[in-house]
């Protein structure tokens, strides 16, 4: 499985924008980029996904490196409630679609008011 | 509509007991899958089912474990003979056939005494 890099945590203050990088070196071409978040006591939750081209829905940014050897997860906005662990995940194209995920330690994200 | 849910929420067992988890999914989802968390960690997949089969239980550490999705729908991962470190937070996902995004239940905290 393909292995992804982030930092353990990263801290950041309420109505500012936050970067949370990711690094894929040994991403392969067919590798889509996912994030997932986890509340405290909660389920993780989908956040985004992209493949080559930077993506944008209504949680968050995902802006995707040229080599694709990286990437980043923008929250334009942080609120309180964005305080979570951030998994960075690849996950490889398959015909039949639903496969596991693989999850790393993650990044927690702490937003102080 | 009604998300993922799970059952128990809370499960204390004394070791070498059995005990089984439930899984509802969303309803129409094809999918289901089975991970586990222990404290700190990032989620560690378990098993996933495609219709009423299991497609990958590659992640299933032993013959303790077991799932079982009859009719394609509800699932029931069972733990034989439980020990003390199969203690975890156990989460259940479901998807669409595509998968592309998983929704996860709150989970089930198994605490094995």
């Known amino acids: 499985d393909a292995k992804t890099t982030q930092p353990n945590s990263m801290e950041s203050n309420e109505e500012e924008p936050v970067h949370l990088p990711c690094n894929h070196s040994t991403i392969s071409g067919t590798d889509y980029i996912h994030w997932y978040r986890q509340l405290p006591s909660q389920g993780p939750e989908y956040v985004i996904h992209?493949?080559?081209s930077n993506v944008n829905n209504r949680m968050a940014s995902l802006a995707i490196a040229e080599d694709r050897k990286s990437s980043t997860l923008i929250l334009h906005r942080a609120t309180l409630r964005d305080a979570a662990v951030y998994y960075c995940i690849l996950r490889p194209y398959t015909i039949q679609g639903a496969q596991k995920l693989v999850f790393g330690q993650g990044t927690r994200l702490t937003i102080n008011p | 509509g009604a998300g993922v849910s799970q059952t128990p929420s809370n499960k204390v067992t004394e070791k070498g007991k059995y005990v089984e988890l439930r899984c509802d999914p969303i309803s129409g989802h094809t999918a289901l899958y089975w991970y586990r968390q222990s404290l700190g960690q990032g989620p560690e997949f378990l098993i996933y089912?495609?219709?009423?089969?299991?497609?990958?239980d590659s992640g299933l550490p032993n013959d303790r474990f077991f799932a079982v999705r009859p009719e394609g729908s509800v699932s029931t991962l069972k733990i034989q003979r439980t020990e003390r470190g199969d203690s975890a937070v156990y989460l259940c996902?479901?998807?669409?056939?595509?998968?592309?995004?998983?929704?996860f239940g709150p989970g089930t905290r198994l605490t094995v005494t």
């Open positions: 089912f495609q219709g009423t089969g299991a497609a990958d």
């Open positions: 992209g493949l080559t």
């Open positions: 996902a479901s998807s669409s056939q595509q998968g592309y995004e998983q929704y």
